[in-house]
């Protein structure tokens, strides 16, 4: 998925790790790279959260994080298996025993209600996802309640249930209006007391003193580290740089700059980026799952070098800048397509760090669009990814950016294609002509994403999709149905 | 009655066997496999290993005192390899440390040598060298010869379908803890006690009484847990006996899928001939079932396969034969189905190559063929309350399939890009293990004095609600509040030598046993009663805790019966066993009466393909379904809608890939793809035939855990469905499952 490298040069390398666990506090020595899983059932015997993957795919060691932000704490969830304890400190950390009460809270007694709960090993981790939505104050709307478990796996019940049970709780809570959701949460019942103290508790927390490690592991997310080395990370000094308060996006001069430490999660809130990208939320939903979105950072998504790196791809569109940083250095500016320079190879040197990309924001002749095909259509690596971006000035493409994933070894940026639709109208003939330049570009495998046969048809096919997707009145482009049967003739 | 295990589970109360509190000085086992699939053992370096922290000993298979044996069939699987490796993931060695993260550690230092062998994964290949896991065996109905002289029409295909992995949500777990006088305790996460218990005692050497297998619950089995379970709980006990102190065996993720053993993938052939008026008159089949290294539980899955290879339809010239072919992947195994569904799915992918190469609709032959009362199955067996029809004519009527027909004609002529498909599917599954004798089961009751109860079954809660069946059994026989009944673990000093809970039957045979049980303490309660008020015992019953003199309230409570009844030394325990009656089956003739009953329904199934990404949803599953007397529907239904969701799964995105050399590709949730929330169809529907179910059911209430998967069958022919209508040309491969990369690919002819 998604690995990281920031900018925050503070070091966390605690002799003590602090943070609150449910209502208690936490004073551990336990090594900073412990998996939080791993403490919470076998060090603090909190058995409700469940191990199923260990790698963030199923989603039952699913728990709640509260950080501070503004003299509130805003509750995400987060999968317990990719985060270093380290990442924690000065966190509340909510697992289900913590939203236990002397009753079930409403959204347990909806899945006792429709069933929703078989052989009960994915339960808990449904149930926090859905208290993290309700805790959020976004519960107007039932697809966005659903979307809350797209990170949880159930094996048993086939979800309609499931479902049912959200519907329940989004019935109950859709209407609410109150100015603290945990006030209200705890008023009807959702939330034990002492939630309210937290916040005051949460600040007295997480800053006591630290060393400077040796051999420290720069870490993001986590969330494909995690995956891959969780055991080489155990002992080492985890330097935290995921950012904990306000992402810090910023706009100036038609330009838009992101932190690298900004996550997927902070990037779909920003309400500036969405009145440029109105299909972010559809875009974005195809990128993993929420607990991962919730942790995944943008300089890790591209400091992992995945040549099927969403992120990678949807910035390669926007022509992005990336500016990095070593020490007390000046800052290094290059284009994010000089970035990638072979497989797992990047123009990064020893010490350096993402610190943004930024990227001028689309006019109002400008068209983007991305795509992605998986195997599963959520949670899961493209096969193919693409992103375009189209300036249209009298009836002709006057700019094209377009990129690709898992068609080379890198994120594509797809110079001659785009080269070629300069100065072209958008015929079907055009986008023919187009995707035979294209296909000379790239040089996909075969793998266990699809077969290079597969990749090639595939971005062929996602190349006119971005057409259809941008300019649907265009009639013309209907009737690429038989030129793309025709075409397989020959 | 809802689930009773639901306020644990949403509350993570509920107790895993990792959830179990450790003893202290408990050790823990990573296990050694091999890393090549077929080869010989030249050398192992553990030298290394050993040296690591907290690395207490590595067991293989020089240090088991009995037997190293753990096949449950056939007597064809080592616990540890010995000179020979048959499969990547096959154990080895046993790592035993003071944690997991340490002797995952020094599993990385160790070295093996290998002088490699050719590995052979493909079933056929395996067949041509002659590498099969038992002799194949052949079900035949009529004469097939002479019946295709009749046929108007005969088409000829081949059908290959695909692994799954069961993806349990809890991983294989074991926990073995010595008693006194050489005695264990294991907790294990296993569909079969008495199976781990009898493995555990062969590979130790020692009698079965001292080994007691306990088990809470299952997070997820499928019937992986049925014979998979038996290796790890076998080598934590062995480090136990061995070492003298507690040993955890907890399965990573990663260790389980590659170690494990999945559904079979099957490749086929198969020979259809229909009459004039689409009457099939014979049909052939020629299974290849891939079993990979061992025989596991392949000889009755594959006699599954021959069972149902006709599925919902009476066919009166049959010949279907099987081969288990031995392969270098790891021993396939029980998955829901058993075998059925890899030959429902060639038996339906005949009828689709006749209807497509007839240039007629596909549920014209479905419909023509349906089983009738008094048609004979090619085993023998006679239909009887066949439901096929009523199912059948039910699901068309109900869910209007006509004018959805026509609706999506006109969608698909409206639009460019996206297209609609529909297939029905009839299923017809028989309910018994095919081997007769494990269609037993015991329970054991106790009232205690407080009128408390607890039973005991050899049946195994993995999410499928048996326990809450169980509870409403016992709660029905005495009248009392279910409140008053605690089901006790599964435990083989309890109830001994249990079948595991699987073929759908946990609920049937159990439930009868507990059913014998109770009613015997029931009817000491009665007598007893009688006495109490003067009475005869016939006149006396129990109503909401209460006892009652013909209609008459007595006055006495449920307490005080018991009270009482305990004071006068009436026994108010029992055990009860149950054995199915009237099935019977003989192999030489593979002939018989092999199943209590069948299960009908009949599933239409629609789906929407972006033909431009080759991306696909199911927009509805609706389904007319043989429940019988329907005792729990809120447990059913989740079982119905659970199982069609895998069944989906496994004709969709479910799709293991092994290499040539026989690595498994699809090795992390990474890369194995399971349905999430969005995968769910939209719209799954369900109505109940109104039809009686038969005495040998639980209260009449039919299985319900594996017949539905095999709805989801009808995703792969609506697909194609979809395909043919952006593609005229499509050629219509019958090779599950159909992933987006198959679809995109059949769309444009590639």
């Known amino acids: 998925m998604i690995s990281a490298q920031g900018i925050r040069l503070i070091y966390y390398f605690y002799i003590v790790i602090e943070f609150i666990l449910n209502e208690k506090l936490i004073r551990t020595d336990k090594p900073g790279g412990m998996p939080l899983v791993d403490f919470i059932r076998y060090e603090a015997g909190l058995t409700g959260t469940k191990i199923g993957c260990r790698e963030g795919d199923c989603g039952a060691c699913t ?29 509340h950390i909510v697992t289900i025993e913590g939203l236990n009460g002397e009753t079930l809270n409403p959204v347990q007694q909806a899945i006792v209600d429709h069933s929703g709960t078989q052989c009960g090993f994915c339960t808990p981790g449904f149930v926090v996802s859905l208290m993290a939505q309700c805790l959020s104050g976004d519960t107007a709307n039932l697809s966005k309640m659903l979307a809350s478990v797209d990170g949880n796996i159930c094996r048993c019940t086939g979800y309609k249930s499931i479902e049912r049970a959200v519907r329940q709780v989004w019935e109950l809570t859709r209407l609410h209006e109150s100015s603290s959701t945990v006030a209200w949460m705890v008023e009807k019942g959702y939330l034990p007391a002492w939630f309210t103290y937290i916040p005051e508790r949460l600040a007295g927390i997480g800053n006591q003193p630290h060393e400077s490690p040796v051999n420290t592991i720069i870490i993001g997310g986590g969330t494909d580290l995690m995956v891959q080395k969780a055991d080489d990370l155990m002992f080492g000094g985890i330097e935290k740089v995921r950012s904990s308060s306000a992402p810090g996006i910023e706009f ?14 902070e990037l779909l809130e920003s309400e500036t980026l969405i009145q440029h990208f109105p299909n972010l939320g559809k875009h974005f939903s195809l990128i993993s799952s929420t607990p991962i979105r919730n942790m995944a950072t943008l300089a890790g998504n591209l400091v992992n070098a995945s040549p099927i790196a969403d992120l990678a791809i949807f910035f390669l569109a926007l022509d992005a800048e990336i500016c990095l940083v070593n020490g007390e250095d000046t800052d290094r500016f290059l284009p994010l397509k000089k970035f990638f320079k072979g497989y797992k190879q990047l123009d990064l040197q020893p010490g350096e760090l993402v610190k943004y990309i930024r990227f001028s924001l689309p006019g109002r002749d400008d068209h983007f669009n991305f795509e992605k095909v998986s195997k599963r259509q959520h949670l899961d690596i493209a096969s193919v990814n693409s992103a375009i971006l189209v300036k249209i000035n009298e009836g002709k493409i006057e700019k094209a950016h377009l990129s690709a994933g898992g068609v080379a070894p890198i994120p594509l940026f797809l110079a001659e294609t785009s080269h070629f639709l300069e100065g072209k109208e958008i015929t079907y003939d055009t986008l023919l002509r187009a995707s035979e330049v294209l296909q000379q570009e790239i040089s996909p495998i075969s793998d266990i994403r699809g077969s290079a046969k597969y990749k090639r048809l595939l971005l062929r096919q996602l190349f006119i999709a971005h057409f259809i997707e941008l300019f649907p009145r265009k009639s013309e482009l209907s009737s690429l149905v038989q030129i793309l049967q025709a075409d397989e003739k020959h | 009655m809802k689930n009773i295990d639901s306020i644990g589970h949403v509350t993570g109360r509920s107790v895993f066997t990792d959830d179990i509190p450790l003893t202290n000085g408990t050790l823990f086992g990573v296990v050694v496999a091999s890393g090549i699939a077929h080869g010989a053992i030249k050398s192992i370096d553990f030298s290394q290993a050993l040296e690591m922290p907290g690395v207490v000993r590595i067991l293989t298979c020089t240090d088991i005192p009995g037997e190293n044996q753990i096949g449950g069939i056939l007597p064809d699987e080592t616990l540890f390899a010995e000179k020979e490796v048959h499969f990547i993931g096959q154990p080895i060695a046993l790592i035993i440390a003071d944690s997991e993260f340490n002797a995952r550690r020094a599993r990385k230092k160790i070295h093996i040598e290998y002088d490699e062998f050719e590995a052979v994964t493909d079933p056929r290949v395996a067949k041509e060298k002659g590498l099969l896991l038992f002799p194949p065996r052949t079900f035949a109905l009529g004469n097939v010869a002479e019946a295709w002289q009749k046929c108007n029409y005969i088409f000829e295909g081949s059908a290959d379908s695909g692994s799954q992995e069961h993806l349990y949500l809890e991983t294989q777990n074991a926990y073995a803890v010595p008693a006194e006088n050489g005695t264990l305790k294991v907790y294990s996460s296993t569909q079969g006690p008495a199976i781990v218990q009898k493995t555990i005692a062969g590979v130790l050497g020692i009698p079965m009484n001292h080994i007691e297998v306990d088990v809470r619950r299952l997070g997820g089995a499928f019937g992986g847990k049925e014979d998979q379970a038996t290796a790890w709980s076998t080598m934590a006990a062995l480090a136990a006996h061995l070492l003298q102190k507690p040993v955890k065996l907890s399965l990573s993720r990663h260790d389980d899928i590659v170690m494990t053993g999945k559904r079979h993938p099957y490749s086929s052939d198969f020979r259809i001939g229909l009459s004039e008026d689409l009457k099939i008159l014979a049909y052939e089949a020629t299974f290849y079932q891939n079993g990979g290294a061992a025989a596991d539980l392949s000889p009755a899955i594959m006699e599954r396969t021959l069972f149902h290879a006709t599925n919902s339809y009476f066919v009166p010239n049959v ?28 038996m339906e992918s005949a009828i689709a190559f006749a209807a497509k190469n007839l240039g007629i609709p596909a549920w014209k032959i479905q419909q023509k063929n349906l089983i009738r009362d008094e048609d004979a199955f090619p085993y023998g067996q006679v239909a009887q309350q066949a439901h096929a029809r009523e199912c059948w004519d039910e699901a068309i009527s109900q869910f209007d399939v006509a004018g959805k027909l026509k609706e999506i004609a006109e969608f698909n002529s409206a639009t460019a890009f996206t297209k609609k498909g529909l297939a029905l599917m009839p299923v017809c599954f028989g309910i018994s293990f095919t081997n007769t004798a494990m269609n037993q089961a015991r329970a054991l009751v106790h009232i205690y004095q407080d009128g408390s109860i607890g039973i005991s079954t050899g049946a195994i809660e993995m999410g499928q609600g048996v326990n809450t069946k169980l509870k409403q059994v016992a709660a029905g026989i005495f009248s009392v509040s279910p409140s008053r009944i605690r089901i006790e673990s599964t435990n083989t000093s309890r109830v001994a030598n249990t079948s595991p809970t699987a073929a759908s ?9 507990l059913q014998i049980a109770c009613g015997e303490i029931l009817d ?15 006149k006396i019953s129990l109503q909401d805790e209460k006892v009652y003199s013909g209609s008459t309230d007595t006055g006495i409570s449920w307490e005080e019966l018991i009270t009482t ?17 009237h099935i019977h089956f003989d192999k030489s003739t593979e002939k018989g009466h092999p199943f209590a009953y069948h299960v009908y329904g009949t599933a239409a199934i629609t789906v929407t393909l972006d033909c431009l990404r080759g991306r696909y949803w199911v927009d509805s599953v609706q389904v007319v379904h043989d429940f019988g007397n329907d005792m729990n529907p809120d447990i059913n239904l989740g079982q119905l809608e659970g199982a069609i969701m895998q069944g989906i799964g496994w004709m969709t995105m479910e799709e293991i890939r092994y290499s040539e050399k026989g690595r498994l590709l699809s090795d992390s949730l990474s890369t194995y793809k399971v349905p999430d929330i969005y995968s769910t169809p939209k719209i799954v529907e369900c109505k109940t035939l109104d039809k009686p179910g038969p005495e040998q059911a639980i209260m009449r209430s039919k299985a319900i855990g594996e017949p539905p998967f095999m709805y989801g069958i009808a995703v792969y022919f609506a697909l194609q469905e979809a395909i043919r209508a952006f593609n005229p040309a499509y050629s219509g491969r019958y090779d599950a499952p159909l992933t987006p990369e198959k679809v995109l690919m059949a769309l444009y002819n590639r």
Do not use: W
Request: proline share 5%; net charge positive; aromatic share 8%.
């Open chain 1, 63 to 91: 728990v709640m994080e509260g950080s501070r932000s503004a003299g509130k704490v805003i509750y995400r969830t987060i999968v317990s298996c990719l985060t270093p304890l380290a990442l924690v400190n000065g966190r």
């Open chain 1, 252 to 265: 100036r001069d038609g330009k838009c700059i992101i932190p690298g430490t900004c996550t997927v999660t």
């Open chain 2, 319 to 346: 010949k279907a034969t099987a081969y288990s072919c031995k392969t270098n992947l790891p021993p396939f195994t029980a998955f829901r189905g058993f075998g059925a569904p890899q030959a429902m799915f060639v």
């Open chain 2, 505 to 513: 039957s946990g609920a049937d045979l159990n439930g009868k046993a």
């Open chain 2, 524 to 538: 000491r309660l009665k007598e007893s009663a009688a006495q109490m008020c003067n009475t005869e015992k016939e």
């Open chain 2, 565 to 581: 009844s305990f004071r006068k030394r009436i026994s108010l325990s029992q055990s009860g066993h149950y054995a199915t009656p």
